[in-house]
C-alpha cells in the first residue's frame, strides 16, 4: 500500500526556485530507489533525477546544473530543488519509487504519485 503525495508545485517565472516534495508512506526511501519525472500533454514522460539507497544521484542532461534530488531518511521525505527555472521546465511533476535494488533514469517504476503542477513563465 504504497502511496507517494507531492506538493510544491505552482506557478512561477523564469529564473526563480521552486522545492518540490515527495512524502511517501508504506515506503522507506532509506532502503530503495526514487526518482522525479515530468510530463506534458502530447509528450512523453521525462525522467529528471533518481537518487538510491545510498545516495547516489543521477540527473538527465536537461536539468543536471540547475536541479537537485534529496531525501531526508527520517521524514521519509524526497525533494528536487529547483532553480534558474526556464518556461520549458513547464510540465506535471511526479515522483515515483522502485523497490528493486538497481537504481537509474533507464529502470522501471512501480508506484508513483499524482503529481504537482510547474508552471513558468
Known sequence: HVQLVESGG???QAGGSLRLSCAASGYTYSRYCVGWF???PG???EGLATIDSRGITAYADSVKGRFTISKDNAKNTLYLQMSS???????????AARTRGMCGLSYEFDYWGQGTQVTVS
Not at 518556461?87 to 511526479?94: F, G, N, R, S, V
Open 38 to 40: 515530468r510530463q506534458v
Open 85 to 95: 527555472l526556464k518556461p520549458e521546465d513547464t510540465a506535471m511533476y511526479y515522483c
Open 10 to 12: 505552482g506557478s512561477v
Open 43 to 45: 509528450k512523453e514522460r
